[in-house]
């Protein structure tokens, strides 16, 4: 629209120059007859009355200043029009210039942004590209870890229940070692007794650290093998949680039951051998040893079970050096056990 109204602009310049080109002729034309017709005025004159004929020349003198004042003005009024022609046509055709430079920046800025936008797209393709490759490979490497876990984890499975199995059948074997032998001699005891193991058959030596009341499983235990002949030891536990009269009950329970499960076992009662000084000054309830030996005596008696007492050379070099003073090192373990079995002809 802007290029067209220069256009425009230019051409009606072009008019004015040539009516201005024009209007110049026609005021010489013009001039040059004025002259003519004053010549011929005067060249008359000469036969004419003079008035009139001076009349006649006045007016065509007349006729030809104003057509000179005319052609001036008009002159002065086209040279203004020329003038404001061409700087209007100059100012259009700097603005035609200046509106194709401008175009031409636009243009190129235009170019220049789209380069940028594709380069930006390009760009933003590439790195959308990159990541979905990255994300892929890293979820095929999640996909191939997941795999080795799931194949590690099932290996550790199966290597879990194989050792399971072994362990079952390495503790059914040792459960069916363990088992006392039928009609064989039993010691059953507490934490105590454990330091037979080194002298008599494993399997033929139950223990318990807790109250016998605890473990009603190793009596039946022990009942199952229909021993020959069981020797109880236990009572340390028992006189420390539940008091010598306290302990008592319990213990006849469980020796009771013992012996209704294996009427032909011949059944030994060892006393409560003493603990150290200082043990039996730090737990009150130990004190009660030599109460619990009596009632243990008086049980015996009453079911007709055998009470022994194996303290020949008994003293606090029974305990182990530094010790708690309530367990016994193997050389006196090992003279406890000779004394029981002399008791108890085994």
Same mark, same amino acid.
């Given at each position: ?14 008019? #004015? ?308 003073? #309530? ?20």
């Amino acid at each position: 629209m802007k290029g067209r109204k220069i256009l425009y602009g230019l051409v009606g310049a072009l008019l #004015i120059l040539a009516l201005s080109a024009v209007v110049g002729r026609g005021a010489r034309t013009q001039a040059a007859a004025v002259d003519e017709t004053l010549l011929l005025a005067v060249e008359n004159a000469a036969g004419q009355d003079p008035a009139a004929a001076a009349s006649r020349i006045f007016a065509a003198e007349s006729s030809r200043n104003k057509l000179i004042r005319d052609s001036i003005e008009a002159s002065i009024s086209l040279e203004q029009s020329v003038a404001e022609s061409k700087a209007e046509a100059n100012r259009l055709l700097l603005e035609s210039i200046l509106a194709a430079g401008a175009a031409r920046e636009s243009r190129a800025a235009s170019i220049a942004e789209s380069r940028s936008v594709e380069v930006s797209v390009e760009e933003s393709v590439r790195q959308s590209l990159e990541e979905s490759a990255a994300e892929s490979r890293r979820a095929a490497e999640a996909a191939s870890r997941a795999a080795a876990s799931r194949a590690a984890a099932e290996a550790a499975s199966r290597a879990a229940a194989e050792a399971a199995s072994r362990a079952a059948a390495s503790r059914a074997a040792a459960e069916a070692a363990a088992q006392p032998a039928k009609g064989s001699v039993i010691l059953f005891g507490d934490s105590r007794t454990q330091g037979f193991i080194n002298f008599w058959p494993t399997r033929q030596v139950i223990f318990t650290y807790d109250p016998i009341s605890a473990h009603p499983e190793l009596i039946t235990k022990a009942a199952s093998a229909y021993p020959s002949k069981i020797v109880f030891l236990n009572g340390i536990d028992d006189v420390l949680v539940y008091s010598a009269d306290g302990a008592i009950g319990s213990y006849e329970a469980a020796i009771t039951r013992f012996a209704a499960l294996s009427p032909n076992s011949r059944i030994y009662v060892h006393s409560v051998l003493p603990v150290r000084a200082d043990v039996s000054a730090t737990y009150v309830r130990l004190k009660g040893i030599d109460r619990y030996n009596q009632l243990l005596q008086q049980m015996c008696a009453k079911h007709g079970w055998t009470y022994i007492d194996c303290r020949v050379g008994f003293s606090d070099a029974a305990y182990w050096p530094g010790g708690d003073g #309530i367990h016994f090192n193997n050389t006196w373990t090992s003279n406890w056990l000779g004394q029981i079995r002399k008791a108890a002809g085994f």
